[in-house]
């Protein structure tokens, strides 16, 4: 049994409770803005959506993570706080808080979801690296796997161990995930986009799109520029 001290679970609600709000201070009422409040929140479900509710790191008495406790004590001063630029000091020490408690995470945990896990498999990283660089390209197994230094069989089996879905998935969602960036950065017409990620038509990339966010690309890219 893990026990949690009441003022670490007090320290953690309140930076857990304040995360969302410090980041929201943190933007400008007005002037240039990069990008719009939505693709802020469709980035971050993208990469976090695999990660668990709750993260445990469990040695932390025997080999510590330098200056933690000090970095909390400073997130939780300055969240009661008046003085110029609280918000944006608070903003800047979460993210750096998560990284850390993630980087000890990696080096600890043997179920870590897909990216994290991918990081630590050199062989699946450089097959992800493919992936990423040529999403709009005809990717098969056989390439990849030659690519990961494996057979195809175990490529494909341990591919689907690290990251949750097999290659073909993977690459299907990845191309997705850029056509929706692509709708949300730029005016290229949806025929320009759907070719850029490697779809042979419009149509077929309208349903594609459809199943995953549930709305046609069109409708999707006009609601979040709205």
């Given at each position: 049994?893990?026990?949690?001290?009441?003022?670490?679970?007090?320290?953690s609600a309140d930076v857990l409770r304040?995360?969302?709000?410090?980041?929201?201070a943190d933007r400008p009422d007005d002037g240039p803005q990069i990008g719009?409040?939505?693709?802020?929140?469709?980035?971050?479900?993208?990469?976090?959506?695999?990660?668990?509710?709750v993260i445990v790191l469990d040695g932390l008495a025997e080999d510590?993570?330098?200056?933690?406790?000090e970095m909390c004590g400073l997130v939780l001063r300055e969240l009661g706080?008046?003085?110029?630029?609280a918000s944006l000091m608070v903003s800047r020490l979460l993210?750096?808080?998560?990284?850390?408690?993630?980087?000890?995470?990696?080096?600890?945990?043997?179920?870590?979801?897909?990216?994290?896990a991918a990081a630590k498999d050199e062989r699946i990283a450089r097959a992800i690296a493919?992936?990423?660089?040529?999403?709009?390209g005809s990717l098969?197994?056989?390439?990849?796997?030659?690519?990961?230094?494996?057979?195809?069989?175990?490529f494909a089996d341990r591919f689907k161990q690290v990251m949750g879905q097999g290659p073909g998935a993977y690459l299907r969602g990845w191309r997705l995930d850029q056509a929706a960036e692509a709708l949300l950065h730029s005016s290229a017409s949806i025929e320009a986009i759907a070719d850029r990620v490697g779809y042979a038509s419009k149509e077929a990339f309208s349903r594609a799109f459809q199943a995953k966010f549930g709305q046609s690309p069109s409708a999707w890219r006009g609601a979040r520029h709205a």
């Open positions: 049994m893990r026990e949690v001290s009441p003022e670490g679970k007090r320290a304040h995360h969302h709000e410090a980041h929201e719009h409040a939505g693709e802020v929140e469709d980035l971050a479900e993208r990469v976090l959506q695999s990660l668990p509710q510590p993570i330098e200056w933690l406790d706080a008046t003085q110029p630029g993210d750096l808080l998560l990284v850390v408690i993630l980087r000890r995470w990696a080096q600890s945990d043997d179920s870590l979801p897909g990216w994290l493919a992936i990423h660089s040529n999403s709009g098969r197994n056989a390439e990849l796997a030659d690519i990961a230094g494996m057979s195809v069989s175990n």
